[in-house]
T-cell receptor, first 113, second 113 residues
Framework: SQKIEQNSEALNIQEGKTATLTCNYTNYSPAYLQWYRQDPGRGPVFLLLIRENEKEKRKERLKVTFDTTLKQSLFHITASQPADSATYLCALPSGGGADGLTFGKGTHLIIQP | GAGVSQTPSNKVTEKGKYVELRCDPISGHTALYWYRQSLGQGPEFLIYFQGTGAADDSGLPNDRFFAVRPEGSVSTLKIQRTERGDSAVYLC???????????FGSGTRLTVV
């Protein structure tokens, strides 16, 4: 089965700077990778999906990269704002015939004014 | 509806009791997923429906857990003989197709006392 590593320690970033979050996975390379945002007491919210043949994807202030050689995805938030503070989850297809996603534990991002 | 609706939002039950958790997905979404999330962890896959059928139930922890989706829309997750270890947030998600981003509900927080 797939294993995902995300930085479990909270990431503190000053407002206006770029926040970079890391997602590393083991085992096979997935066909795609997804990023979600989760606020306390709420379900995750889908942000971006990047496919294995895409090196980079952007959406407004968000940018995701996907390096299948390093088995790593980077998630960037540019011009960060306090409202970006949340937990960010990386998710990959579970593989092995299973249809669900395997989620990482998430990284708690804190943007300080 | 506009989003995925889960009821109840909170459920406290005694050990050994039976509980049902309901999920009303986005209209037209054929794929429906149940996940379980414990504090500080990412969502853990339980079961996936494509239409009315359970296409993948490999994540159900044991035979006390069962889910149905009789008409291809609303789904119910059923837990028999609840144990304290079942306490978690149960999340439901739907998507228009496999491989697309999920829309999650806000979850049902189950507490077994």
């Amino acid at each position: 089965s797939q294993k995902i590593e995300q930085n479990s320690e909270a990431l503190n970033i000053q407002e206006g700077k770029t926040a970079t979050l890391t997602c590393n996975y083991t085992n096979y390379s997935p066909a795609y990778l997804q990023w979600y945002r989760q606020d306390p007491g709420r379900g995750p919210v889908f942000l971006l999906l990047i496919r294995e043949n895409e090196k980079e994807k952007r959406k407004e202030r968000l940018k995701v990269t996907f390096d299948t050689t390093l088995k790593q995805s980077l998630f960037h938030i540019t011009a960060s704002q306090p409202a970006d503070s949340a937990t960010y989850l990386c998710a990959l297809p579970s593989g092995g015939g299973a249809d669900g996603l395997t989620f990482g534990k998430g990284t708690h991002l804190i943007i300080q004014p | 509806g506009a989003g995925v609706s889960q009821t109840p939002s909170n459920k406290v039950t005694e050990k050994g009791k039976y509980v049902e958790l309901r999920c009303d997905p986005i209209s037209g979404h054929t794929a429906l997923y149940w996940y379980r999330q414990s504090l500080g962890q990412g969502p853990e896959f339980l079961i996936y429906f494509q239409g009315t059928g359970a296409a993948d139930d490999s994540g159900l922890p044991n035979d006390r857990f069962f889910a149905v989706r009789p008409e291809g829309s609303v789904s119910t997750l059923k837990i028999q003989r609840t144990e304290r270890g079942d306490s978690a947030v149960y999340l439901c998600a739907s998507s228009p197709q496999t491989g697309a981003g999920y829309t999650f509900g806000s979850g049902t927080r189950l507490t077994v006392v």
